[in-house]
């Protein structure tokens, strides 16, 4: 039952363990402003207090706005049983994977929930639990702390430097230092994709450069030997623009899959087809993209 409670009384423990995104507030906060609070904020009622789970861009958003009363609805009457409830749902809530990694290493790690007994309740594989459980041991503190605040993109983290810790045997002190350099620059991934490439396996007067906090100097000097495009041909130029679309659109999709403001039986139509073409292209792709990247990592 969805019940009215006052903001003040909402214990926000848990806030660390969302991801801020200063774009998505700013549409929410213009949304309520003008519709009010349309979906309930969710958490966990325990020994008399309200422990939030969900819905703090929400909270945010009515602080802003002075609004005092907020809808809520309890999912369990413990942490635990409310952490699986929400990841049970977590497509209609749009829980990120990293997001996900956090609240299982919550429920491992404070809880002292297994593996097994999690992807149970949760009714997944073993190996989709274990691989959000590994996610976070890769991490440190800083870093989780950066992404979370909305001061580093997960997608980076996610498919930029975990590739470089994977295959190139980067360190994690080696991420931690790139992290905080480039963090809360404003940078888009592609200039971050850009920054590391040439960090990791780049000149040592390069790495040193962007550690001093010449970002501007790098992402310039990266920029121009990109549009001065050296001996390539123009077949290879046009091959060159093609793969940074597919890395463009591809990035933007994985950040929007999840979005729960995607709500018409039209447009689910429509998306099953499309994704259902893209699906049966997908293995060919993947393949093709594998030997081309081994390929062109050989020059």
């Known amino acids: 039952m969805v019940d009215q409670v006052e903001i003040c009384s909402l214990d926000l423990r848990y806030e660390g ?20 609070i349309r979906e309930p904020l969710a958490g966990v009622d325990k020994a008399g207090q309200r422990i939030l789970l969900d819905g703090f861009k929400r909270l945010r958003c009515a602080a802003k706005l002075n609004i005092g009363i907020v809808p809520y609805l309890s999912l369990a009457d413990d942490e635990p049983g409310g952490i699986i409830e929400l990841m049970r749902i977590s497509n209609a809530k749009s829980l990120s994977i990293l997001e996900q990694a956090r609240l299982i ?16 309740l949760l009714e997944r594989s073993k190996a989709w639990v274990s691989v959000r459980s590994g996610i976070i041991s890769q991490m440190s503190h800083s870093v989780m702390d950066k992404i979370f605040n909305g001061q580093f993109p997960v997608y980076s983290f996610m498919y930029t430097l975990r590739q470089f810790m994977r295959i190139n045997g980067v360190k994690r002190d080696e991420i931690d230092e790139f992290v905080n350099a480039v963090a809360g620059k404003h940078l888009s991934t592609r200039d971050i994709d850009l ?4 960090y990791f396996k780049g000149p040592d007067e390069f790495r040193e450069q962007i550690k001093s ?3 501007s100097w790098g992402l310039s000097r990266l920029k121009q030997s990109y549009r001065a495009g050296g001996d390539c041909t123009q077949r290879e130029r046009q091959m060159l623009n093609s793969l940074e679309i597919t890395q463009k659109y591809m990035q933007r999709l994985i950040l929007k899959f999840n979005d729960s403001r995607f709500k018409t039986n039209t447009f689910y139509a429509q998306a099953n087809l499309l994704s259902g073409g893209i699906l049966r292209q997908l293995d060919a792709f993947t393949q093709a993209i594998r030997q081309f990247y081994d390929r062109s990592g050989k020059t």
């Open 213 to 215: 906090g010449n970002i």
């Open 105 to 120: 290493d919550e429920l491992i790690n404070v809880h002292q929930i297994c593996n097994a007994e999690i992807a149970t």
């Open 195 to 198: 920054l590391a490439n040439a």
């Open 17 to 36: 363990y969302r991801i801020r995104s200063s774009g998505a507030e700013k549409a929410l906060l213009l949304s309520i402003s003008a519709h009010g």
